[in-house]
């Protein structure tokens, strides 16, 4: 699977390339809309990649988490910079909400925090059409260096019930969770990211509705075990 990432990921870091320099030329509107939406699909593409080399690491034990010191607020804020790149094609508002008592600077993996993030709100932003994604992160606990982070994550898009909440962010993945269905846009990324949540000493859990409008949106509550820096 290493391998075969590696071989698929050359060519498509070459069509991300190419549409870059596309897009320095002077294209009409309807020739960079096609240019825009080639490198997100090549974007997605390379995701799916990576997402399943780290979900066969994880299967066979291979994965390793980094321990180096950064800035958690930065981290954060990269993540719902990026967010917003594809949120603002709609009429969503996304809000993130840092509680003063959390640390600056903590001790853990940032690469697999960033992608913990990324993956559960790009799956809240394919659901959200209209409405807002709502991000909050709290100190749960502080003990002699030990740290508890908890996050939230809100939307008003579409509910599910229990079943496909299960199947969603199961902890495996079956031919019934991937069967292809035409408004299905979920991927490995959601598993992967309770994957980690897990490996960081954590626990995730998902309800619907999300509490913020009525009988809609999902509720995504995970943690994450830390070190104070």
Do not use: W
């Not at 059409?129 to 002699?144: H, P, V």
Request: some cysteine.
């Amino acid at each position: 699977l290493a391998r075969m990432s590696y071989e698929i990921r050359t060519p498509l870091n070459g069509i991300i390339g190419m549409t870059d320099i596309l897009n320095k030329q002077n294209l009409s509107e309807e020739v960079n809309e096609i240019v825009v939406l080639l490198r997100r699909s090549t974007e997605v593409l390379l995701n799916i990649i990576n997402d399943i080399l780290d979900f066969s690491k994880i299967e066979t034990g291979k994965m390793i988490l980094d321990e180096i010191p950064f800035n958690l607020r930065e981290e954060i804020n990269y993540c719902t910079e990026l967010a917003n790149t594809y949120i603002s094609d709609n009429e969503v508002v996304f809000s993130c909400t840092v509680d003063d008592n959390v640390p600056e600077s903590i001790i853990a993996d940032p690469y697999r925090l960033r992608q913990i993030l990324s993956n559960l709100i790009n799956h809240s932003a394919t659901y959200t059409q209209t409405g807002e994604i709502r991000l909050t992160c709290k100190l749960k606990s502080n003990n002699s260096g030990i740290i508890t982070l908890g996050f939230e994550l809100l939307d008003t898009g579409l509910s599910f019930d229990k079943a496909s909440l299960k199947k969603i962010f199961g902890d495996f993945v079956n031919i019934e969770s991937k069967a292809v269905k035409s408004n299905d846009e979920s991927g490995f990324g959601t598993i992967l990211a309770r994957q980690l949540v897990e490996m960081m000493g954590g626990e995730l859990t998902s309800e619907s509705p999300s509490g913020l409008s009525g009988e809609l949106g999902t509720k995504v509550v995970f943690s994450i075990v830390v070190y104070s820096n």
